[in-house]
């Protein structure tokens, strides 16, 4: 039971300190990733890995209700973080004086760089953005049936929704 406690508190902590999902204009891109979409995203994949059993097989009895209500809250944030990025006209990648995560890294790109490309196909950020919400809409409606197959692959597909952005919009292949 300690575990639920534990993941329920992350959640409130989120969401009691977060930026609104709906507020993207306002909070930068930095903020919703690293306030929103991973602790969110995390939480889902880890009660995701809590469904396997020893043998490896998917058992929807692993989690008890309030593990399955977090996980639609969860998907319910993670779905509007996304529609909210896909909308929003302008992004603001970070606030004067915060780095980004990896910022120190080689050939890590800069906040004006991560601009200029998001900027330049602004059309191709929002489907990525959208491809989000899309997968966590499946994990909503996964949560709401207790379907352990369909949110495993919802999970995964959510993952590639990360992936497939940051490869565009972050850790870009200089060309
Ligand atoms: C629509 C595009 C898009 C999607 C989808 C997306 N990200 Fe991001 N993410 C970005 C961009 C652009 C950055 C680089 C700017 C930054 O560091 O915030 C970033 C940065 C981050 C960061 C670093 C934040 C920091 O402190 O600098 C984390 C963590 C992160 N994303 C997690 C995720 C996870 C987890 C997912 C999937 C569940 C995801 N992102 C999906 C665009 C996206």
Same mark, same amino acid.
């Given at each position: 039971?300690? =575990?639920?406690?534990?993941?329920?508190?992350? %959640?409130?902590?989120?969401?009691?300190?977060? #930026?609104?999902?709906?507020?993207?204009?306002?909070?930068?891109?930095?903020? %919703?990733?690293?306030?929103?979409?991973?602790?969110?995203?995390?939480?889902?994949?880890?009660?995701?890995?809590?469904?396997?059993?020893?043998?490896?097989?998917?058992? #929807?009895?692993?989690?008890?209700?309030?593990?399955?209500? %977090? =996980?639609?809250?969860?998907?319910?944030?993670?779905?509007?973080?996304?529609?909210?990025?896909?909308?929003?006209?302008?992004?603001?990648?970070?606030?004067?004086?915060?780095?980004?995560?990896?910022?120190?890294?080689?050939?890590?790109?800069?906040?004006?760089?991560?601009?200029?490309?998001?900027?330049?196909?602004?059309?191709?950020?929002?489907?990525?953005?959208?491809?989000?919400?899309?997968?966590?809409?499946?994990?909503?409606?996964?949560?709401?049936?207790?379907?352990? =197959?369909?949110?495993?692959?919802?999970?995964?597909?959510?993952?590639?929704?990360?992936?497939?952005?940051?490869?565009?919009?972050?850790?870009?292949?200089?060309?």
């Amino acid at each position: 039971m300690r =575990i639920v406690f534990l993941f329920l508190a992350a %959640v409130s902590l989120v969401t009691a300190c977060g #930026p609104m999902p709906g507020d993207a204009g306002k909070a930068t891109l930095r903020q %919703v990733m690293a306030d929103t979409i991973e602790p969110q995203s995390a939480l889902v994949q880890d009660m995701t890995f809590e469904l396997y059993d020893d043998n490896g097989e998917l058992d #929807p009895r692993r989690l008890s209700t309030s593990h399955w209500d %977090v =996980i639609e809250q969860a998907g319910k944030d993670l779905e509007k973080a996304g529609r909210a990025l896909a909308r929003a006209e302008t992004h603001k990648v970070t606030a004067e004086g915060v780095a980004l995560q990896g910022a120190d890294a080689e050939g890590a790109a800069t906040p004006e760089e991560i601009a200029a490309w998001i900027e330049a196909d602004h059309d191709g950020f929002a489907a990525e953005a959208r491809k989000l919400a899309g997968a966590a809409q499946n994990i909503v409606v996964a949560a709401q049936l207790r379907d352990a =197959i369909e949110l495993d692959a919802a999970a995964l597909s959510l993952g590639d929704t990360c992936s497939s952005c940051h490869n565009q919009f972050w850790y870009r292949q200089s060309e």
